[in-house]
């Protein structure tokens, strides 16, 4: 497709399980963010891929997160042991990346609620 | 710690009203400032500013800069209930990452 996917829309678990959320970007793309927006808030920095360089992981709130991307393509973010407080939508966005600034172009979101 | 801050968090309006969405910041390494739109889930960019001064405008939407206050406004004109969404303000770090700090947002709904 032409914009940035992600899956699932909505996601349920109980606490303590791990669920693993997926973002496509938007082909050509090669830098890769993930963020979070809790209920009435701001969108908080997770992480940051830039092709082939080590991540930028400094939003990550836990060593339960962690994400991975291979090359320019799909990215997984994994949670771990999820807890209540992990409730909230995940948002990936993408863009062309490189010196000049480029729009972050963002994905519908996976609402992951955790029981 | 750096941290963008919105006001008002909601708003209530009618349509043909004007208003003003404040976002002030308090960024170590400021690059830019930009709006997007948020109506269901992904924020859609509006506006991108850099330079003190300098209005930008969309129809009926327009931002400008102020690096000396350290704040933005967003002015929408002649409301419409189409302009009913959450507006976000978001400082880039001018770091290699092109990372967004956001605000918490204000919420418009505009009446018929």
């Known amino acids: 497709g032409a914009g940035v996917s992600q899956s699932p829309s909505n996601k349920v678990t109980e606490k303590g399980k791990d669920v693993e959320l997926r973002c496509d970007p938007i082909?050509?793309?090669?830098?890769l963010y993930w963020y979070r927006q809790r209920l009435g808030q701001g969108l908080e920095f997770l992480i940051y891929?830039?092709?082939?360089?080590?991540?930028?992981k400094s939003g990550l709130p836990s060593d339960r997160f962690s994400a991975e991307r291979t090359g320019e393509s799909v990215s997984t973010l994994t949670i771990q042991r999820t807890q209540q407080e992990d409730s909230a939508v995940y948002l990936c966005?993408?863009?062309?990346?490189?010196?000049?600034?480029?729009?972050?172009?963002f994905g519908p979101g996976t609402r992951l609620t955790v029981l | 710690e750096d941290k963008v801050v919105q006001s008002p968090l909601s708003l209530v309006v009618h349509e043909g009203d004007t208003v003003t969405l404040n976002c002030s910041y308090e960024v170590t390494n400021f690059r830019s400032l930009l709006w997007y739109k948020q109506e269901k889930k992904a924020p859609t960019f509006l506006f991108m500013l850099?330079?003190?001064?300098i209005e930008k405008k969309s129809g009926r939407l327009s931002s400008i800069l102020d690096k000396k206050e350290l704040s933005s406004i967003l002015n929408i004109t002649a409301t419409q209930t189409g302009d009913s969404a959450i507006y976000l303000c978001?400082?880039?770090?001018?770091?290699?990452?092109?990372?967004?700090?956001f605000g918490q947002g204000t919420t418009l709904q505009v009446k018929p």
């Open positions: 978001a400082v880039e770090d001018s770091g290699n990452t092109g990372k967004l700090i």
């Open positions: 082909s050509g793309h090669t830098a």
């Open positions: 891929f830039q092709g082939n360089s080590a991540p930028d």
């Open positions: 966005a993408s863009s062309r990346g490189g010196a000049r600034w480029s729009e972050q172009f």
């Open positions: 850099t330079s003190s001064g």
